[in-house]
């Protein structure tokens, strides 16, 4: 499965090279830039929960084991749907700050912002496959998501046989983003068909509130990103971050006070564990002062 991954890495580097110069380069950095909300936000929950449902599994305790997999579903759309129109909506801000230097110019930037743009559209997908493999593989059944990643990575190759060259770098972006959607829906119809339910109805339930507070967000980004372009000097390094951090955590506001509006389970277990943290952590520092004065 790891090798069918790294072999479309290679084929598309190899399309990437019929394209103007630069284009593998513009893949490869929107490609690293939209890894990492992958590895910090999704790939930590598909490991911390596998030895869970390998246990379920194992005690053929299927309610268990949809109720872990349904669980950690909703906590990565949770984060990984604002985190998409995040990058969505401040793609030229974060490829300017991390890449805009030396050689790479305003081109470079925009088409690097529109590669991580489509990249973007299947951030959702790319973060619940993980989950769903090692769902697959905690009920020892390696064959269906090998299959499954064989004939998605096709697709994702044929797919950017048709886009490279109306679209350029970004139009790989695009392939791929199109290739792990058909991974997720293929990977969701088998599974469901082992396990005859996800709790698809309660996932749905969640979707609609987080997505409302999310386009609030993508909203509140939006009227606060060109006054802010207007404030900051966007011809210097702190002018692109000063404009992209604001804009940004103003969105992230709005995204936490409309989840709290509308109490959203993820949002309110969330406020309560940073609650519980807070207060042992006063109770650990009052202790330490009466401790010091006597």
Do not use: H
């Not at 593989?137 to 064959?143: E, I, Q, S, V």
Request: hydrophobic share 55%; charged share 10%; net charge positive.
């Amino acid at each position: 499965g790891l090798a069918i991954t790294q072999l479309n890495q290679v084929v598309i580097t190899i399309l990437a090279s019929f394209l103007p110069v630069g284009s593998i380069a513009v893949y490869n950095y929107a490609n690293n830039l939209q890894a990492v909300p992958v590895g910090v936000l999704a790939i930590p929950f598909a490991l911390a929960v596998f030895p869970i449902l390998s246990s379920a599994a194992e005690e053929n305790d299927l309610r268990l084991f949809v109720s872990q997999l349904y669980s950690v579903i909703r906590q990565i759309l949770f984060l990984i749907i604002p985190a998409a129109i995040l990058i969505l909506l401040l793609r030229a801000q974060i490829v300017r700050v991390i890449l805009g230097s030396g050689e790479f110019d305003w081109n470079a930037t925009i088409s690097t912002a529109n590669a991580l743009a489509f990249f973007s559209l299947g951030l959702v997908a790319q973060s619940l496959i993980p989950v769903f493999s090692r769902a697959f593989f905690a009920l020892a059944n390696t064959k269906t998501p090998f299959v499954i990643g064989i004939i998605s990575e096709l697709i994702s190759i044929i797919a950017a046989l048709l886009l490279m060259r109306p679209l350029g770098a970004p139009g790989l972006a695009l392939a791929s983003s199109i290739g792990v959607t058909i991974n997720l829906i293929l990977l969701w119809i088998y599974l469901r068909a082992e396990t005859k339910t996800l709790n698809e109805s309660k996932i749905l339930s969640l979707i609609f509130p987080i997505s409302l507070a999310s386009i609030a967000m993508g909203i509140a980004i939006q009227i606060t990103k060109y006054p802010l372009a207007k404030l900051f000097n966007q011809q210097f390094f702190l002018g692109i971050f000063g404009q992209g951090l604001i804009s940004g955590i103003f969105g992230i506001v709005i995204y936490f006070l409309l989840c709290y509006i509308l109490k959203v389970p993820e949002f309110m277990q969330l406020k309560d564990s940073f609650a519980r943290r807070w207060l042992k952590l006063r109770n650990i520092n009052a202790t330490e002062i009466i401790e010091n004065k006597e």
